[in-house]
């Protein structure tokens, strides 16, 4: 049977007419399958993308004299501005106890460049007992509900890949005593050949499809359920939902749904927040966050001229220092706005090394970067938002992902991060922590977010004057 000549005639004029190239090789079901995949591409708004990051390659980096550095709350410094930061955390506490916040987890990504088969967030990274993300992120949610008597939702982003697996992991461990857990999928996008701009296909029945970006959370959090149920968007509406905590599941140090962040987020009557850390040198592979032409916007590190990177202030430091690190705060309402089509975020390419399907029908493994993804960043919301606010954190207490398998952001270093934290907030309760001279502890210490969620719930909980001189794991 010859496909259908309307959708053959709609392929012509995009250009992507090879795609049928292989009809006649499939059987029915395979067919089905993947006329389902060809008929789901928005045509139209990949011509665009094509047009303009595959055969133009528009720009992407500012002029230097249109950016400057950002506004944003720095750590407090002072007593004053400690308890300054204090009485804003009640603004926070407020909305949590209201059950005014979501929490949505970012966990589409594989354990590849750790050596982990499997989804990144069961990686077992917790020092002493093994904990996987996902449970140390999860356990954080439950105490946080416990503490303010409202459960916490929790939203969870998967990618096509790994979504029944991370439904089974956490249906396994009874969702880590997590009274709402949703998963949702994120959406794909075609790769294409970098030089003619044509679709590539992974197999004659198969697309060659990747994730969307971090961007795409947006659309698929307003995608109804797969059983034609409410969208996350309707479903947090109706439980009186207002804000958002954003993270990725990678950086198992994130103070979810922090109090203070929150307050400084609702005081301004923001509409979308980060948290920021200072940058150490101006090649860190984060992107900054800076004003281009006075409204504020993300350049990411690998957009970012080595002019503007290097910047000066007249002491040394870097001009534009305020690191993005995936840890932000939304309106329900703006990100219910950008869904609803009338503002879209951008696309940006990825140029790629992706496998396809070559002229002999037989699937070719390319040595060099062949192909471009097309993506869409969640920052890119920032611009967009009416009001906003920044504000800085200790790299040192929230931000150590895991991402390699040896040398920085590997398993060793989250480790002995989450170790020496929580050897000060041992120290801070009234314990004695043995130490290297360098200041780092010499053997895992671990505690439960069960047990206490920062040093303060700590205190009163452990005798003063313990004495930690080994592998201790507080559960």
């Given amino acids: 049977?010859?496909?259908?000549?309307?959708?053959?005639?709609?392929?012509s004029r995009h250009d992507q007419e090879g795609l049928l190239r292989w009809w006649s090789d499939l059987d029915e079901p395979a067919r089905t399958s993947f006329l389902s995949q060809v008929a789901s591409v928005d045509y139209d708004r990949l011509d665009v993308l094509i047009q303009s990051l595959v055969h133009h390659d528009e720009p992407t980096a500012p002029r230097p004299d249109q950016v400057g550095a950002v506004d944003v709350?720095?750590?407090?410094?002072?007593?004053?501005?400690?308890?300054a930061r204090r009485h804003v955390a009640d603004l926070g506490q407020e909305s949590l106890s209201r059950g005014e916040v979501a929490v949505i987890l970012v966990a589409g990504g594989s354990g590849t460049r750790l050596g982990f088969d499997g989804p990144k967030g069961t990686y077992p990274i917790g020092p002493v007992s093994g904990a996987t993300l996902f449970q140390i992120h999860a356990e954080k949610i439950v105490a946080m509900s416990r503490r303010f008597g409202r459960p916490i939702p929790l939203y969870v982003m998967t990618s096509p890949e790994n979504n029944d697996v991370t439904q089974k992991?956490?249906?396994?461990?009874?969702?880590?005593?997590?009274?709402?857990?949703?998963?949702?999928?994120?959406?794909?996008?075609?790769?294409v050949d970098r030089e003619s701009g044509k679709i590539l296909l992974s197999s004659k029945s198969s697309l060659a499809l990747s994730p969307d970006g971090h961007g795409g959370t947006i659309a698929a959090l307003n995608e109804p359920a797969s059983d034609g149920g409410p969208s996350c968007f309707d479903e947090m509406a109706a439980r009186g939902v207002k804000t958002l905590f954003y993270f990725q599941v990678d950086n198992p140090l994130v103070k979810i749904a922090d109090p203070a962040f929150l307050g400084l987020h609702?005081?301004?009557?923001?509409?979308?927040?980060?948290?920021v850390i200072e940058k150490i040198a101006p090649d860190e592979k984060v992107g900054v966050v800076v004003t281009i032409d006075g409204k504020p916007q993300v350049i990411e590190y690998s957009d970012l001229p080595a002019e503007l990177a290097e910047r000066r202030e007249p002491d040394g430091r870097l001009q534009l220092w305020a690191g993005s690190i995936a840890i932000h705060l939304f309106n329900l309402g703006f990100l219910r706005r950008l869904a609803s089509g009338d503002i879209r975020l951008p696309f940006h390419k990825a140029v790629k090394k992706v496998p396809y399907l070559g002229d002999d029908g037989q699937v070719v493994a390319p040595t060099l970067p062949n192909a471009v993804k097309f993506e869409q960043f969640i920052f890119d919301a920032l611009p967009l938002a009416e009001r906003w606010t920044l504000v800085e954190t200790d790299r040192a207490n929230e931000f150590e992902p895991l991402k390699n398998a040896t040398g920085p952001d590997s398993p060793a270093t989250v480790r002995q991060r989450m170790s020496d934290n929580f050897g000060e907030w041992l120290e801070t309760a009234g314990a004695r922590v043995t130490r290297r001279s360098d200041g780092s502890v010499p053997f895992g210490i671990e505690?439960?977010?069960?047990?206490?969620?920062?040093?303060?719930?700590?205190?009163?909980?452990?005798?003063?004057?313990?004495?930690?001189?080994?592998?201790?794991?507080?559960?």
């Fill in 73 to 83: 709350y720095r750590l407090p410094q002072t007593d004053g501005e400690r308890s």
């Fill in 169 to 191: 992991f956490f249906d396994d461990h009874d969702h880590f005593g997590l009274k709402h857990l949703r998963l949702f999928v994120q959406g794909q996008m075609p790769a």
């Fill in 266 to 275: 609702l005081q301004a009557r923001a509409e979308m927040s980060f948290k």
């Fill in 447 to 475: 505690i439960s977010p069960l047990y206490a969620l920062n040093a303060g719930e700590l205190k009163g909980k452990i005798t003063p004057g313990l004495r930690v001189e080994s592998s201790l794991y507080l559960p």
């Fill in 1 to 11: 049977m010859a496909p259908d000549p309307t959708l053959v005639a709609k392929l």
